[in-house]
């Protein structure tokens, strides 16, 4: 059984930062893709940015320059720094991972997420 855990969320004012983590465990093989997805209010789930086991990275157009994805591959974790946060960053933050298990079966699989609101 696999499991992805998401820590960092938080409440802060516009031009803060936050730092989201998240780590996946369990019965692991390999991580592939990791990503942060975030879903505001009355919006569709959107990806904020994902990155590979070799680093390539990729974001959404509105966090560019401000927010940056990393990972350990050592600790199955992923990171998202977030700067100079905007009122509408508000939304629940979900951690996402493409995961080969020890019984190679690869599936994709989601955090519970985490809230981050920023108050302008």
């Known amino acids: 059984q696999v499991q992805l855990v998401e820590s960092g969320g938080g409440l802060v004012q516009a031009g803060g930062s936050l730092r989201l983590s998240c780590e996946a465990s369990g019965s692991i093989d390999s991580v592939y893709v990791m990503g942060w997805y975030r879903q505001g209010p009355g919006k569709q789930r959107e990806l904020v940015a994902d990155i590979s086991s070799r680093g390539s990275t990729r974001y959404e157009d509105s966090v560019k320059g401000r927010f940056t994805i990393s990972r350990d591959n050592a600790k199955n974790t992923v990171y998202l720094q977030m700067n100079s946060l905007k009122p509408e960053d508000t939304a629940v933050y979900y951690c996402?991972?493409?995961?080969?298990?020890?019984?190679?079966?690869?599936?994709?699989?989601w955090g519970p997420g985490t809230q981050v609101t920023v108050s302008s």
């Open positions: 996402n991972a493409d995961i080969l298990t020890r019984w190679h079966e690869s599936h994709n699989h």
